[in-house]
């Protein structure tokens, strides 16, 4: 309609007005939008008391090793230098991260042992109540089909890891980075 080349720049202007028309005539998204990431600053305040109890977490041995590696798969991506969605695309760019770090984060919670979260909640002096409800905001903020999506990852993770250790990969990988004039 008005993208073309051709176009008068009249006919572009009046396309521009009327999109804007449009989306200011959704009243409540921006403000639910607002009120939803607003809903995640009482859980941000208290990160880095959260991110004690991951590393707390993380050297427990009683933590499973599959969900460690999930974490640090999440931890990869947001350090990789590509993205599913470049970080220069407005907004969108910066939200698959922020969706990554956050199912990253929920899984490794999600496949510790209760016992082990309590005790760890109690040694860092961080109330369940708490936690429990900056768990629940975070969890509702991840879309359901996302959530059941990903959900599935650490059995994959483990049948991987099973199919390695039954191939003996494991040592056989260690052995060529090991090895000298290896590139890795």
Not at 3 to 15: F, L, S
Not at 85 to 105: K, Q, R, Y
Request: proline letters at 7%.
């Amino acid at each position: 309609m008005a993208r073309g080349r051709n176009v008068p720049e009249e006919v572009r202007r009046d396309a521009m007005t009327e999109r804007r028309k449009k989306r200011r005539g959704m009243p409540g998204a921006t403000l639910n939008r607002f009120l939803a990431m607003a809903a995640l600053l009482p859980a941000a305040g208290r990160a880095p008391v959260y991110a004690r109890l991951v590393w707390a977490l993380i050297r427990d041995e009683r933590v499973p090793a599959s969900r460690k590696a999930l974490l640090g798969g999440a931890l990869a991506y947001l350090v990789a230098p590509f993205d599913v969605i470049p970080d220069n695309v407005p907004m969108l760019g910066v939200f698959d991260d922020l969706v990554v770090a956050v199912l990253g984060v929920d899984l490794f919670f999600d496949g510790v042992p209760d016992a082990v979260i309590d005790e760890k909640l109690q040694d860092l002096g961080i109330d369940r109540a708490a936690f429990d409800r900056d768990l629940g905001q975070i969890r509702r903020l991840t879309p359901r089909p996302v959530r059941r999506l990903v959900r599935r990852l650490p059995l994959a993770v483990d049948i991987a890891a099973d199919a390695a250790r039954a191939t003996g990969l494991g040592p056989r990988v260690r052995a060529w980075i090991n090895k000298e004039g290896s590139f890795a």
